[in-house]
């Protein structure tokens, strides 16, 4: 299941791709009217049929596969390179187009497949020069360009390398920022729906079980009141901290907003869950949190096979509320 950040950088890659496949196709077009004007009819052809082949597929490539459009770009640029490679290899001037192919094969794929496509093409061009230059009368200026075209072709493979490994870096740490309560360091309500979906949907496939349980601190707003959101703030982020070290490395725990957390629990039924709310209920209750004693009320569900995630947290925000009219408690629902 794809996250909005993997959908956003999904369809910023396929942006890119059809940007190279206007370029392509305009450089076709191009090329097709050069290679006709000086009589090579077998090359302008294939010019201007791979840019007839390309207009079609990027406007109507949505109906394709997400990798369709991505696959296309790296075949037509083959073709322009294979095409160039064969068909003007004595004169080395289109050998300065090579050290685009790193950065193409990085943007248009990713790290993996850049890293292998980058080193595949080097290895095909290196072997094809030398072996056509036993056939062709290639100048000693060729022969330069080639050294030049290599160092350039390295060069931007190992920066389009790092500048991909970075940028994969900052997006997983942004994607980890923008998924955290910074003032109790748990998950926010954006880290807990996107990694409760990701339970529900195991649930759901292995029939596994899976309960929640959510709290609310009782009369919070009187802690506010009394001794300032200073000390609010005291007793979340060490409310937070506390219940972190209690629960299972395998349990999600956040924050909804304000005094209220939730606790999803897997393989646990409701009864289990209850249990473990109640442990939790009386140590908040015996332990002090900024020099206070509060307490806390708690609801309790368990997942119904084909339910959302929604109606899960509703049905849990109910019993919650049920406990709150009574205060230090738990209900199941």
């Given at each position: 299941?794809?996250?909005?950040?993997?959908?956003?950088?999904?369809?910023?890659?396929?942006?890119?791709?059809?940007?190279?496949?206007?370029?392509?196709?305009?450089?076709?077009?191009?090329?097709?009217?050069?290679?006709y004007h000086h009589g090579k009819i077998t090359s302008a052809m294939f010019y201007i049929i791979v840019s007839v082949i390309i207009l079609p597929a990027t406007l109507f490539s949505k109906k394709h596969s997400d990798h369709f459009i991505d696959i296309l770009a790296i075949i037509v640029t083959f073709l322009y390179f294979l095409n160039r490679s064969f068909s003007q290899l004595h004169n080395a001037?289109?050998?300065?187009?090579?050290?685009?192919?790193?950065?193409?094969?990085?943007?248009?794929?990713?790290k993996k497949w850049g890293s292998f496509l980058s080193s595949v093409s080097l290895l095909i061009y290196i072997f094809?020069?030398?072996?056509?230059?036993?056939?062709?009368?290639?100048?000693?200026?060729?022969?330069?360009?080639f050294i030049q075209s290599i160092s350039a072709y390295l060069i931007t493979a190992v920066i389009s390398y790092f500048f991909e490994h970075n940028w994969i870096r900052t997006q997983k740490d942004l994607q980890v920022l923008s998924e955290i309560d910074f003032l109790t360091n748990i998950l926010n309500r954006r880290g807990l729906e996107n990694k409760f979906l990701e339970y529900l949907d195991i649930a759901s496939r292995y029939k596994e079980n899976l309960s929640v349980i959510q709290f609310d601190l009782d009369k919070f707003k009187k802690i506010n009141d009394t001794?300032?959101?200073?000390?609010?703030?005291?007793?979340?982020?060490e409310l937070a901290a506390f219940i972190a070290r209690q629960i299972r490395k395998s349990d999600l725990f956040g924050r909804l907003g304000?005094?209220?957390?939730?606790i999803i629990v897997r393989q646990v039924k409701a009864n289990s869950a209850k249990k473990m709310a109640d442990k939790f209920r009386k140590e908040i209750e015996i332990h002090k949190f900024a020099n206070l004693h509060i307490t806390a009320s708690f609801g309790v569900t368990e997942y119904l096979h084909g339910e959302t995630m929604q109606k899960m947290i509703s049905r849990a925000d109910r019993a919650?509320?049920?406990?709150?009219?009574k205060r230090n408690c738990v209900t199941v629902l």
């Amino acid at each position: 299941m794809k996250n909005l950040r993997e959908i956003l950088i999904w369809k910023s890659r396929q942006n890119v791709a059809r940007f190279y496949l206007w370029i392509f196709c305009i450089l076709g077009i191009f090329l097709f009217y050069e290679d006709y004007h000086h009589g090579k009819i077998t090359s302008a052809m294939f010019y201007i049929i791979v840019s007839v082949i390309i207009l079609p597929a990027t406007l109507f490539s949505k109906k394709h596969s997400d990798h369709f459009i991505d696959i296309l770009a790296i075949i037509v640029t083959f073709l322009y390179f294979l095409n160039r490679s064969f068909s003007q290899l004595h004169n080395a001037e289109h050998l300065i187009w090579i050290p685009i192919f790193p950065l193409l094969y990085f943007f248009l794929l990713n790290k993996k497949w850049g890293s292998f496509l980058s080193s595949v093409s080097l290895l095909i061009y290196i072997f094809s020069y030398y072996f056509y230059e036993q056939l062709n009368d290639i100048k000693p200026a060729g022969h330069a360009i080639f050294i030049q075209s290599i160092s350039a072709y390295l060069i931007t493979a190992v920066i389009s390398y790092f500048f991909e490994h970075n940028w994969i870096r900052t997006q997983k740490d942004l994607q980890v920022l923008s998924e955290i309560d910074f003032l109790t360091n748990i998950l926010n309500r954006r880290g807990l729906e996107n990694k409760f979906l990701e339970y529900l949907d195991i649930a759901s496939r292995y029939k596994e079980n899976l309960s929640v349980i959510q709290f609310d601190l009782d009369k919070f707003k009187k802690i506010n009141d009394t001794y300032g959101h200073e000390t609010g703030d005291k007793v979340l982020s060490e409310l937070a901290a506390f219940i972190a070290r209690q629960i299972r490395k395998s349990d999600l725990f956040g924050r909804l907003g304000g005094e209220e957390f939730i606790i999803i629990v897997r393989q646990v039924k409701a009864n289990s869950a209850k249990k473990m709310a109640d442990k939790f209920r009386k140590e908040i209750e015996i332990h002090k949190f900024a020099n206070l004693h509060i307490t806390a009320s708690f609801g309790v569900t368990e997942y119904l096979h084909g339910e959302t995630m929604q109606k899960m947290i509703s049905r849990a925000d109910r019993a919650m509320y049920r406990s709150k009219l009574k205060r230090n408690c738990v209900t199941v629902l």
